[in-house]
């Protein structure tokens, strides 16, 4: 389970919506717990997919856009770990957009998953964000739906 507040929620839309068609990414800092992840921060984050980054991964990820792609650089990773460390956070999970498709993550976003990471996906329908549905991987590398719970 992961807990969000509104505010963290709407940060995530909000963010989905300003850079559609186009996908969205962004950072989740929080807290791990044995009753699951809270989140204390929602960091949205530059969508750095571009030619430079498909080369870094094999197949067919080259010819594909923003629009179906995303990345975070990772010297913002580093800096944002580092930061989480600092404030004694943990990165817990990364969200992104899925532009006029569901929030189901396809299989490059399940190739490229960490296990340990909530992964929210929040569909945008013409310019409107939707329906938003966390998932994590389980032990053999799938995605399992993940609860999210809304805390004051």
């Known amino acids: 389970m992961i807990k969000f507040s509104q505010e963290h929620l709407q940060t995530i839309r909000t963010h989905a ?10 950072i989740i800092l929080g807290y791990l717990a044995n009753e699951g992840k809270t989140v204390v921060e929602v960091m949205p984050t530059e969508n750095a ?6 080369a870094q991964f094999p197949g067919e990820r080259t010819t594909e856009s923003k629009r179906r792609q995303y990345t975070i650089a990772p010297e913002v990773m580093l800096k944002t ?18 532009p006029d498709h569901p ?3 396809s299989e490059c976003d399940r190739l490229y998953a960490w296990q340990g ?7 945008v329908q013409n310019g409107k964000a939707g329906e938003l549905r966390s998932w ?6 799938k ?10």
Do not use: M
């Open 17 to 26: 919506e300003s850079t559609y068609p186009d996908e969205c990414c962004g």
């Open 49 to 54: 997919w571009n030619t430079q980054a498909a």
């Open 81 to 98: 770990q580092k930061q989480a460390r600092d404030r004694s956070l943990n990165i817990i999970g990364i969200f992104h957009s899925h």
């Open 103 to 105: 929030a189901i993550p």
């Open 117 to 123: 990471y909530s992964y929210i996906i929040v569909t």
């Open 136 to 141: 994590s991987l389980d032990d053999t590398h």
């Open 143 to 152: 995605f399992q739906v993940e609860a999210i719970e809304n805390i004051i």
